[in-house]
C-alpha cells in the first residue's frame, strides 16, 4: 500500500465537500444537544468539546493531524486565538486553507504542511495539543503516529483523538475484507483499517500515553452522516455534473457506514495525556 494513495478521496475539488458537509467542511462527527440542532450547529459544538478536551487557551500550540479543509484549525486559531499547524497530504487542501487564511487575516496564527505526519520533520516538545479526527485510520502503523503525536507534545501536553472503529477484535476479523468495507476503504479511500478501541488504547498507552477519558460519539456520527446524505440527495445534480455517478457513489459510501453503527462498528473519541 503506497500511503500516497489515502489523499486520492480528500484531494478532490473542495466544492465536492461543500455540497454535503456543512460550511466549515467538517469532515468528522458533530455533537448534537438537541433535536433541532443543525449539521453546522453539531460541528460547532463537536470543536466546543476538542477545545475543552486539549484544554486549549490563547497562546497555545495545537498540531493537527488530518486537518482535511482546515475547520478545526481555522476555528481554533479565530475562537481560541491558538497558534495552529495542520498536517495533510491532499494539495488542495491546503491552496483552499491558504485562502480563507488570507481572508480572516489568520496568516500569524496558522500554519500548513504538505505531507502525512510520520514523512515530516516535527520539532519535538514543540506543543500543547495534538488533534487526529478522523486521521489515524489512515495511518499503517498506529505504533509511530501516536509515537509521533508523544515526541510533538511539551510535558502536560493533550492528544484528542476521534475514530471509526470496528466493534471489537472478533467483529474487525469478520467484517475487515467484506465487500461493503472493501468498497469504503479502496474505492474511497485508497486504504484505512477501522481497528478495535482496544488497539487504539494499547498503541497510546505504549507510546507513554495517559488516557484521560473516553467518549462514545457512535450515535452522534449516525445522525451526521443522515444529515451529509440529505445534503447530497439535494445536491445529486451538481455533484453528477462535476462527476459522473458521484452522487450515488457518495449515497453508497455514507449508507455502508451508517449501517454498522453499534452492530459492527463504533465512533470513540479517546483523550490523552502525556504527563513526563
Not at 471489537?168 to 478495535?196: C, L, Y
Request: proline share 3%; charged share 25%.
Amino acid at each position: 500500500m503506497a500511503v500516497a494513495d489515502t489523499n486520492v478521496h480528500y484531494d478532490l475539488d473542495p466544492e465536492i465537500f461543500g455540497l454535503y458537509l456543512d460550511p466549515m467542511r467538517k469532515y468528522s462527527s458533530g455533537l448534537y444537544t438537541s433535536p433541532e440542532d443543525t449539521l453546522e450547529q453539531a460541528q460547532r459544538t463537536k470543536l466546543r468539546f476538542v477545545a475543552d478536551r486539549v484544554k486549549l487557551a490563547p497562546g497555545k500550540r495545537l498540531l493537527d493531524i488530518g486537518c482535511g479543509w482546515g475547520s478545526l484549525i481555522l476555528f481554533m486559531a479565530q475562537e481560541y486565538g491558538a497558534r495552529v499547524v495542520g498536517v495533510s497530504p491532499a494539495p488542495n487542501q491546503h491552496g483552499y486553507i491558504h485562502d480563507l487564511v488570507a481572508e480572516r487575516g489568520l496568516g500569524e496564527l496558522v500554519t500548513t504542511r504538505v505531507g502525512q505526519i510520520q514523512e515530516l520533520d516535527i520539532e519535538p516538545r514543540s506543543f500543547d495539543a495534538v488533534t487526529m479526527l478522523g486521521s489515524i485510520v489512515h495511518m499503517p502503523d498506529l505504533g509511530e503516529a501516536f509515537g509521533r503525536a508523544h515526541a510533538a507534545l511539551r510535558t502536560k501536553g493533550m492528544l484528542y483523538v476521534s475514530e471509526s472503529c470496528f466493534r471489537n477484535a472478533a467483529k474487525h476479523a469478520e467484517f475487515s475484507e467484506q465487500e461493503s468495507t472493501a468498497f469504503v476503504r479502496d474505492a474511497i479511500f485508497g486504504w484505512g483499517d477501522m481497528r478495535p478501541l482496544s488497539e487504539l488504547v494499547r498503541g497510546a498507552e505504549d507510546a507513554g500515553f495517559s488516557v484521560v477519558a473516553v467518549d462514545d460519539l457512535t450515535e452522534h456520527y449516525h445522525r451526521t452522516i443522515e444529515d451529509w446524505l440529505v445534503n447530497v440527495a439535494a445536491s445529486a445534480e451538481r455533484l453528477d455534473e462535476i462527476e459522473a455517478g458521484l452522487a450515488d457513489k457518495l449515497t453508497k459510501y455514507l449508507r455502508t457506514a451508517n449501517a454498522g453503527w453499534g452492530f459492527t462498528t463504533k465512533h470513540y473519541a479517546l483523550t490523552c495525556a502525556k504527563r513526563r
